[in-house]
């Protein structure tokens, strides 16, 4: 029986973590931790049975905890909270999931306590990349990525780690504005960017797609998970995502993980690696597909991408700064108070003023997140 805890249990992550927990026998959740979603938290308790829980806010922890009050749970709340569920004894594997640069001191606490890590929450990569791999190094803790597109990377790596990477080939769908042009993005609503062809996922990492800041923040994860050089790592447009990510070796050949659109698969590679699983669901049917294409994407509609590229050569905290100001500026339009096209004109400002760090500690990167939301409430 591997025992499991998950940190965004309610989230898309989350819950699809959990769809898996009940197909397969021998997973036991050990905790959740969720942001404020008291009933679907009490649900999950319900049915997974955690010996802890947390809710970000501590009221929403104590409505819980009287909700459940028949139980033998452990309630908990804030930071606290996190950080002692990821270094719970009884847990294996801690499923990193809730969004934003909150997963960072857990996921150090997980390393320290020898947890592996199934990681789906990309800003800890992004912005504490630097601290997260040689630490996940030295406490010989294997980081299991969780995205689709890193999952078809390290799927592609297997077997063949004495070999040279020449490339990374990166999937982009292109999300619901490929082939649009500066000029047609000026009128889009909300409704318009949360319409993705072809994923289910929540709302801030589907304006991420429409951005396309979600693959330029994967093009930085990347870096980190494989130590390859920013130069090494392509973004392809795959409208299709039937190839979810590709690697090329040194001698030409091109090894891809293909499959359908379906997050599960990626989350219990990483839950039972390097054992595959019997997974219930669609499965790709080579007669039905007609064609599968690919293009260049285009950096000069979507700035988001080549900013992206930008922060990784300047280093230091600048990824933080491109981060915080992109999570920032998608809570904006979801409040419809800025337009889309606004989002990556905010992240722009934000890496040429704020200030930089060469090599920052996690209470630095904090500190840039708090600059970079003071510099934007100051302006908008």
Not at 49 to 66: G, M, N, S, V
Not at 263 to 270: E, N
């Amino acid at each position: 029986m591997r025992k499991i805890a998950i940190l965004g249990s309610t989230g898309s992550i989350g819950t699809q973590t959990l769809e898996i927990v009940r197909e397969q026998k021998d997973l036991k959740v050990a905790a959740l931790a969720a942001g404020r979603n008291v009933e679907l938290m009490e649900a999950q308790i319900r049915e997974f049975h955690p010996q802890i829980a947390a809710l970000w806010e501590e009221k929403d922890a104590l409505d819980l905890k009287e909700k459940i009050k028949d139980l033998p749970v452990k309630i908990v709340s804030g930071m606290e909270g996190l950080l002692e569920i990821a270094a719970l004894p009884e847990s294996e594997v801690l499923v990193t999931a809730i969004v934003g640069m909150l997963g960072i001191r857990p996921t150090i606490a997980a390393i320290e306590a020898g947890k592996a890590i199934a990681l789906a929450n990309k800003e800890t990569l992004v912005t504490a990349g630097h601290i997260i791999m040689p630490l996940a190094k030295e406490r010989r803790v294997p980081i299991l990525p969780v995205d689709s597109e890193h999952s078809a990377i390290f799927q592609s790596l297997q077997g063949e780690r004495e070999n040279q990477i020449k490339k990374i080939l990166l999937t982009a769908s292109g999300g619901p504005f490929r082939g649009r042009k500066k000029e047609e993005l000026s009128q889009v609503q909300v409704e318009d960017a949360l319409k993705h062809p072809n994923w289910s996922m929540g709302r801030k990492i589907t304006i991420d797609s429409a951005t396309m800041v979600n693959k330029g923040l994967e093009v930085m994860e990347a870096k980190w998970l494989f130590d390859v050089e920013l130069e090494q790592i392509q973004v392809v447009v795959h409208p299709q995502s039937v190839i979810h990510s590709m690697v090329e070796y040194e001698d030409g050949a091109v090894i891809a993980q293909l499959g359908t659109p379906d997050m599960r698969l990626p989350i219990q590679y990483a839950l039972y690696y390097p054992e595959r699983r019997k997974l219930s669901g669609k499965r790709l049917d080579f007669y039905q597909l007609s064609n599968l294409t690919f293009e260049e994407p285009d950096p000069e509609t979507f700035t988001g991408l080549k900013l992206a590229f930008e922060a990784m050569r300047k280093g230091g905290n600048i990824p933080t700064v491109y981060n915080a100001a992109n999570e920032k500026a998608v809570a904006l339009f979801l409040d419809r108070k800025i337009t889309f096209l606004e989002i990556p004109e905010m992240i722009e400002m934000c890496m040429e003023q704020c200030r930089f760090v060469k090599s920052p500690s996690v209470e630095e990167i904090l500190q840039t997140e708090t600059e970079v939301y003071e510099l934007i409430e100051s302006r908008w």
